[in-house]
């Protein structure tokens, strides 16, 4: 596989750190991210219009106590350690896999995390996006032309 170096391109990007790291994490080889476990994002709908979120995390085998989820700026730390069993089991078929494991999840501007919980060996963070006032949309009237006073209308 071939490597690129983007490091003279950062000597460009200042002010752009977060799209920076986004952009290093999605070039990174297939075996540093890792695939346990799996997870899915969802796009709810919500009554009030706003834009909500749901990661959902199949964490079989870990309880509340072996989870940590972690909001460190726009990233999100969801990790798990699994306690290993007193005595030695000699199992037939290990299908369940209960190793420990860190997954971050890039987090896109006014995403906030409102809840966490786990049932039936699902983990579900429950997010939501909340623009601030100042930074939504807003409608600018039109004035008629009549309203304007135009050079014609100066006496000589």
């Known amino acids: 596989m071939r490597t690129i170096d983007f490091t003279p391109l950062h000597r460009f990007a200042v002010g752009f750190d977060r799209m920076q790291r986004q952009f290093d994490n999605a070039m990174q080889v297939d075996g540093a991210q890792p695939s346990y476990p799996p997870y899915n994002i969802e796009a709810l709908s919500a009554e009030d219009g706003a834009d909500k979120y749901r990661i959902t995390m199949a964490v079989a085998g870990f309880s509340e106590e072996d ?4 909001l460190k700026e726009d990233t999100l730390f969801v990790s798990g350690k699994a306690d290993k069993p007193e005595q030695e089991v000699q199992y037939l ?3 369940i896999a209960g190793r420990a494991f860190e ?5 896109a501007e006014h ?5 966490a919980s786990l049932e039936n060996g699902m983990l579900h963070i429950e997010l939501v996006r909340e623009v601030p006032e100042e930074k939504k949309p ?3 009237s039109i004035e008629p032309a009549s309203k304007v006073k135009g050079i014609e209308d100066k006496a000589a």
């Open 103 to 107: 997954r971050r999840f890039e987090l």
């Open 93 to 95: 078929h290990h299908g």
């Open 111 to 115: 995403i906030k995390v409102l809840s």
């Open 67 to 70: 989870l940590d989820i972690e």
């Open 138 to 140: 807003r409608r600018i």
